[in-house]
């Protein structure tokens, strides 16, 4: 194919001008060549599990084995004691309690839901629990918080955490999501069969097998339901074999049927053996069911933890007098509707507002009286739990990781379905290529040779420059925020390394990414009638391809620098304008003030620019009728400064400006993870108080294993206990 003389495979090795651009596409060529030359899991490297012994007892580490028998999950018993977090506000100089003296207990094989109106704590509690509650230097926490009897953090122990959100690779299917979150959190299943067993039995658990093959979707192309992302996202996280499960409002957003099916998946786990604990707002009857503990929660303190179902109503019809009793729950009434309403500030009127807060009060301080009755009275002891569970061990938290290549592999191959499955947004940028292309092609046509036709030509391989990168940063910047807080949610579970992200990222984004500027190359260059020879046209696009992957780099950064997409495409458009300022056309940097003249070294627009310059105008002879006139290309050059230098000097400039991008991306992301609050002893006299109330726990618990006191000795204990009746006002439900 002759195109000016020069034959295709001198265009590719022109491509980027030096070995670097022959390296990337090489190294690209090869792993793509490897991807399509056969079934996915049958290119896997082969891998022999790596110290794993299938006779292993089950120590709760998480073994493949252990995972595939249904039921077979460590018991966590965890119990928290006086949690206190408060928060001081420097300016009226006021703390405000968040959680204010927080006890309970979450078991193994139980489901635990806390309760309460919106802002009473219940997500802070949820955090606090998982230890991931977001460090801030006006946040004071304090208590104990047990596992398994033992003062711990919630690295001793395998936990999810499944937030509100649900974050995925939108263009992968359920199957494959759960798949590659299996192969990189389980390298210890080697075989396909097996994972794929694994897999089934997973989606089968969690109801998604009619889903299997459906993608997930975004908003740009509509996949499974919320529903089914929620019981996704579990799943995702239950690969990992927790004991714990965390679950933040799992029902926010999704219609009664989807929060009732997710409420039962839950259930289920608790009922595999796993603690399950989620915060919820107000439940449907159905839902409320499912529960079997409950913690209620208003304005951060406790009115009520325990079990669920019939006891919370019979705590709070104690109020009052036997015969009548104050808070009565209807019997057509949802019993979490009673409870919601119960505890919450009506708002109706001055005098309403004033009414609810005093029973609200009353119904606080009757609970913090009687709580180690309530809440101790169903504790497992440390002796029964050292009877029920297997020792619990270091390696409870760690698990064998995949090598680096073989994650590299898979989060190739996961970047690559992404990058090349997403059909909508590579159709809007090639269109956008396209347009671009005619726009600019259309303004420059067909230039010829005339002195004037130099400044044209200047103008429009600045725009080039500018154009293609302002269109990788702005794609890049939309969607890494995004990203990013998938790659540290999977992090977070130790699933993979950084730096095999970071390189599949890159070279898996190469087809994908060189297309557009290729598009984009071959529509304008015809069209504005560049340097017509079919090597030139190579180093063209080659050299805004490279330009392309500098600025993706650079979006990179950004997208790891600030917390959101929004913060992301303010800032990254705003630091691209400097380096266009300084992009080697509109202004000359030596006549700058000294501080700004490292700018242009830096600015991945200049080196485009000046690479295209060179390519264009070495070797072009333009109409002269003057002496003063520029005769050729070269002289073109001199007068942009930019005559002595070559093109391949260039490219290794863009190269090392996108290789600076991607190790400041690197640092970002490593030094940027999560700090979580840690939580602080409470004061010492607390602490003998709580020594005191475990002794009469387990005295209580041993007691009553012996006697089995008549429920109306405790009820009349708890007669006694409410408040005086002139503290706690009836409480009218509205509507009946
Ligand atoms: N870091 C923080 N800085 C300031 N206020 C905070 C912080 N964390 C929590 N709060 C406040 O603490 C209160 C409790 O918040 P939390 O999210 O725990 O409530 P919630 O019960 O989960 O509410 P919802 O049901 O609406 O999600 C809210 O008023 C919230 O604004």
């Given at each position: 194919?002759?195109?000016?003389?020069?034959r295709?495979?001198?265009v590719?090795?022109?491509?980027?001008?030096n070995?670097?651009?022959?390296?990337?596409?090489?190294?690209?060529?090869a792993?793509l060549?490897?991807?399509?030359s056969g079934?996915?899991p049958a290119?896997l490297p082969d891998?022999e599990?790596?110290?794993h012994?299938?006779?292993d007892?089950?120590?709760?580490?998480g073994?493949a084995g252990?995972k595939?028998v249904?039921?077979?999950?460590?018991?966590?018993?965890?119990?928290?004691?006086?949690i206190?977090c408060?928060?001081?506000?420097?300016?009226?100089?006021?703390?405000?309690?968040?959680?204010?003296?927080v006890?309970?207990?979450?078991?193994?094989?139980r489901l635990?839901?806390?309760?309460?109106?919106s802002?009473?704590?219940k997500?802070?509690?949820?955090?606090v629990?998982?230890g991931q509650?977001?460090?801030s230097?006006?946040?004071?926490?304090?208590?104990?918080?047990?596992?398994?009897?033992?003062?711990?953090?919630?690295?001793?122990y395998?936990?999810?955490y499944v937030?509100?959100?649900?974050?995925?690779f939108?263009q992968?299917?359920?199957?494959?999501?759960?798949?590659?979150?299996?192969e990189?959190?389980l390298p210890?299943i080697s075989?396909?069969?097996?994972?794929?067993?694994?897999v089934?039995?997973l989606l089968?658990?969690?109801g998604?097998?009619?889903?299997?093959d459906?993608?997930?979707?975004?908003?740009?192309?509509?996949?499974?339901?919320?529903?089914?992302?929620?019981?996704?996202?579990l799943?995702?996280?239950?690969?990992?074999s927790?004991?714990v499960?965390?679950?933040?409002?799992?029902t926010?957003?999704?219609?009664?049927?989807q929060?009732?099916?997710?409420?039962?998946?839950?259930r289920?786990l608790?009922?595999d053996g796993h603690?399950?604990?989620?915060s919820?707002?107000?439940p449907?009857?159905s839902?409320?069911?499912k529960?079997?503990?409950i913690v209620?929660?208003?304005?951060?303190?406790?009115?009520?933890a325990g079990p669920?179902h019939?006891?919370?109503?019979?705590?709070?019809?104690?109020?009052?007098?036997?015969?009548?009793p104050?808070y009565?729950?209807?019997?057509?009434?949802?019993p979490?509707?009673?409870l919601?309403d119960?505890?919450?500030i009506?708002?109706?009127s001055?005098?309403?507002?004033?009414?609810?807060?005093?029973r609200?009060d009353?119904?606080?301080e009757s609970?913090?009286?009687?709580?180690?009755?309530?809440?101790?009275?169903?504790?497992?002891t440390?002796r029964?739990?050292s009877?029920?569970?297997?020792?619990?061990?270091?390696?409870t938290?760690?698990?064998?990781?995949g090598?680096?290549?073989?994650?590299?592999?898979?989060?190739?191959?996961r970047?690559?379905m992404?990058?090349?499955r997403?059909?909508?947004?590579?159709?809007?940028r090639?269109?956008?290529s396209?347009?671009?292309?005619?726009i600019?092609?259309?303004v420059?046509?067909?230039m010829?040779?005339?002195?004037?036709?130099?400044?044209?030509?200047?103008?429009?391989l600045?725009v080039?420059a500018?154009?293609?990168a302002m269109a990788a940063l702005?794609k890049?910047?939309?969607v890494?925020p995004?990203?990013?807080?998938?790659?540290?949610?999977e992090r977070?579970q130790?699933?993979?390394?950084?730096?095999p992200?970071?390189?599949?990222?890159l070279?898996?984004e190469?087809?994908?990414?060189?297309?557009?500027?290729l598009?984009f190359?071959a529509v304008?260059?015809?069209m504005?009638?560049?340097?017509?020879?079919?090597?030139?046209?190579?180093?063209?696009?080659?050299?805004v391809t490279?330009?392309?992957f500098?600025?993706s780099?650079?979006?990179?950064?950004?997208?790891?620098?600030?917390?959101?997409?929004?913060a992301a495409?303010?800032?990254g458009p705003?630091?691209?304008?400097?380096?266009?300022v300084?992009?080697?056309?509109y202004?000359n940097?030596?006549?700058?003030?000294?501080v700004?003249?490292?700018?242009?070294r830096v600015?991945?627009?200049r080196?485009?620019?000046?690479?295209?310059?060179i390519?264009?105008?070495?070797?072009?002879?333009?109409d002269?009728?003057?002496?003063?006139?520029?005769?050729?290309?070269?002289q073109?050059?001199?007068?942009?400064s930019?005559?002595?230098?070559?093109i391949?000097e260039t490219v290794?400039?863009?190269?090392?400006i996108?290789?600076?991008?991607?190790c400041?991306t690197?640092l970002?992301l490593e030094?940027?993870?999560?700090k979580y609050?840690?939580?602080?002893?409470?004061?010492p006299?607390?602490?003998?108080?709580?020594?005191?109330?475990?002794?009469?726990?387990?005295?209580?618990?041993?007691?009553?294993?012996?006697?089995?006191?008549?429920l109306?000795?405790?009820?009349?204990?708890l007669?006694l206990e409410?408040?005086?009746?002139?503290?706690?006002?009836?409480?009218?439900?509205?509507?009946?």
């Open positions: 194919m002759a195109f000016g003389g020069k295709v495979g001198q590719v090795t022109g491509l980027g001008g070995g670097v651009g022959r390296v990337l596409v090489a190294v690209a060529a792993l060549f490897r991807l399509f079934p996915g290119l891998s599990p790596e110290g012994d299938e006779n007892e089950f120590d709760g580490d073994g252990e595939l249904p039921g077979n999950v460590f018991p966590m018993t965890i119990r928290w004691r006086n206190t408060s928060l001081s506000d420097k300016a009226s100089k006021s703390v405000r309690f968040l959680l204010n003296n006890s309970g207990e979450a078991k193994p094989g635990l839901a806390i309760m309460g109106p802002g009473s704590g997500t802070t509690l949820l955090n629990l998982a509650l977001i460090a230097p006006r946040v004071h926490l304090s208590g104990l918080l047990e596992v398994n009897g033992k003062p711990s953090s919630n690295k001793a395998k936990f999810a937030r509100q959100e649900d974050l995925f939108s992968l299917t359920v199957r494959e999501t759960l798949s590659l979150a299996a990189l959190q210890e075989s396909v069969e097996e994972r794929c067993e694994y089934n039995n089968f658990k969690l998604l097998v009619n889903s299997a459906s993608r997930v979707g975004d908003a740009k192309v509509r996949g499974i339901s919320g529903g089914e992302k929620k019981r996704l996202s799943g995702c996280e239950l690969i990992a927790p004991s499960i965390f679950s933040d409002e799992p926010t957003g999704l219609d009664a049927f929060a009732e099916r997710v409420m039962e998946t839950l289920q608790a009922q603690t399950v604990i989620c919820i707002h107000q449907r009857g839902v409320y069911d529960f079997d503990d209620l929660l208003t304005e951060g303190a406790l009115v009520y669920a019939e006891e919370p109503l019979a705590y709070f019809s104690k109020f009052g007098l036997l015969a009548k104050r009565h729950c209807p019997h057509h009434v949802n979490a509707e009673f919601a119960l505890i919450s009506d708002y109706s001055a005098e309403s507002v004033s009414s609810s807060q005093k609200i009353g119904l606080v609970f913090s009286q009687q709580s180690s009755t309530m809440l101790y009275a169903t504790a497992i440390n029964e739990l009877k029920s569970s297997p020792k619990l061990s270091k390696k938290g760690i698990k064998k990781k090598g680096w290549w073989r994650q590299f592999w898979l989060l190739f191959k970047a690559w992404q990058a090349s997403d059909g909508p947004t590579n159709k809007v090639a269109r956008m396209i347009a671009s292309a005619i600019f092609g259309s420059f046509w067909r010829g040779r005339s002195q004037t036709s130099i400044q044209d030509r200047m103008g429009l600045q080039t500018i154009n293609t702005t890049t910047v939309g890494f995004k990203e990013r807080s998938i790659v540290e949610r977070a130790g699933s993979y390394k950084l730096g992200y970071l390189l599949s990222k070279l898996a190469i087809p994908v990414g060189a297309a557009f500027p598009i190359g304008l260059y015809p504005a009638r560049l340097h017509p020879t079919l090597s030139r046209f190579g180093k063209f696009c080659g050299i490279v330009e392309s500098a600025a780099a650079m979006g990179l950064t950004v997208g790891a620098m600030v917390p959101t997409t929004e495409m303010a800032v705003s630091l691209m304008t400097v380096f266009l300084f992009g080697g056309y202004v940097a030596d006549n700058t003030p000294i700004f003249r490292w700018i242009p600015s991945l627009i080196w485009a620019f000046q690479g295209l310059c390519n264009e105008f070495s070797g072009l002879q333009f002269h009728q003057n002496s003063f006139d520029i005769q050729n290309g070269e073109a050059l001199e007068r942009l930019f005559g002595g230098s070559g391949g290794i400039a863009q190269s090392r996108l290789l600076f991008w991607y400041t690197y970002l030094k940027n993870k999560s609050q840690r939580l602080e002893l409470p004061p006299d607390q602490i003998q108080l709580e020594q005191q109330l475990e002794s009469f726990n387990t005295d209580f618990v041993e007691k009553r294993s012996q006697l089995e006191p008549p109306e000795q405790v009820q009349s204990n007669q409410s408040p005086p009746s002139d503290q706690v006002r009836p409480f009218i439900l509205e509507g009946l």
